[in-house]
Structure formats: structure tokens, C-alpha cells
């Protein structure tokens, strides 16, 4: 069962049938949204948890989404912010600094039992890693989702302008890291 996300959103919005509705959103959404909030966090286990926790916020907030956006967009916003607040709640739990964040990221992806750190593809993984979040987000959403700036814009809020920037930014942080790290 394919339903456009005109039709889930009526569904949802019927008590009858609010609830299959809901489980269509989740099939429909769910593996995108992982990886899209896997790429911010990194763990399987914060991810598995984050994702959870959208739904859950998403089920809550979906009688109030106004259709101004798609759905897919709105879902990405949702879970984009619950990875911002994540990863803030992390480093002040922990009372550390932004770089030692930033490492620990990359020390969780070294701990990985398939972690060789002359392949590139690790290697890119890392220099992501080290990126501030807003400048991870973008990269992410634009080299990894394809995602167009406009779409990006709507979802985070900020102009295309700021967005070309952030990327262009992270990729050149990219690049001297992968050539000199």
C-alpha cells in the first residue's frame, strides 16, 4: 500500500483510521530518517533511540502540520531538531569541549570492528566528524540526500545563501583533511 501523503494525512486525521495511517508514515519514512539522523549521531543505539523519539513527536504534532511544506520535509525538520538538541544535551551533560565532542564522534566510528583508516571512504567519514553540526547537517543532506538547497532551506529555516556557504565550507574543511590528515 503506496498512499501519496495527501491521503495518509486524511487517514491520520480520521480516529477510524488514524493509526494505520500512522504505521504507513513510519514504512514510508522510517529507513530515510535513520540514516538521516545516523548521520548526525553516528551510534546505532542513539539512533534507534532519537528515531523513537521523533515518531513519538511526530504522532503528537502531525494533527498541527499545516501542509506548507511536504511531509518528508517536515519529518526531516523534526528529526533534524531532535539531533541539534541530542548532541547540545550531549556535550553539556559531559562538560566538554566542542573538540573533544567532535572526537569522540571520530572515536566511535575508529571503534568500528571495519575501521581501516587509509581507505577513503573512512576517511571522509572522520573529516564529517570533525565539522561543527550546522556544516555536518549540510554536507550531509546535500552530498549524501541529494537534498536541493531550496527543500534545505525550507526544512532548516535559513536562507540558500547561508546553506551554499555552509557547504562550500565543510567541503573545503573536507578536502584539507582528507590531504593532510
Known sequence: MHLEDKELLGLFRES????????AIIKKFQEKLYWHI?????????TNDMLQNVF???????DNFR????????????ATNECLTFLEQKKKKATISLGDDENGLSN?????????ANRLEWKLQLAIQ???E???????????DDMPYEQMSKMLE??????????HHAAKKIEQYILNG
Open 16 to 23: 477510524s483510521t488514524k493509526e494505520i495511517a500512522f504505521t
Open 38 to 46: 545516523r548521520k548526525m549521531v553516528i551510534s546505532h543505539d542513539d
Open 56 to 62: 513519538i513527536k511526530v504522532w503528537r504534532g502531525l
Open 67 to 78: 501542509e506548507d511544506s511536504q511531509l518528508y520535509t517536515w519529518l526531516y525538520r523534526v
Open 108 to 116: 566511535t566510528i575508529k571503534a568500528d570492528k571495519n575501521f581501516d
Open 130 to 132: 570533525k565539522l561543527p
Open 134 to 144: 550546522r556544516q555536518r547537517l549540510v554536507f550531509n543532506l546535500r552530498y549524501y
Open 158 to 167: 535559513t536562507s540558500e545563501g547561508a546553506l551554499k556557504a555552509s557547504y
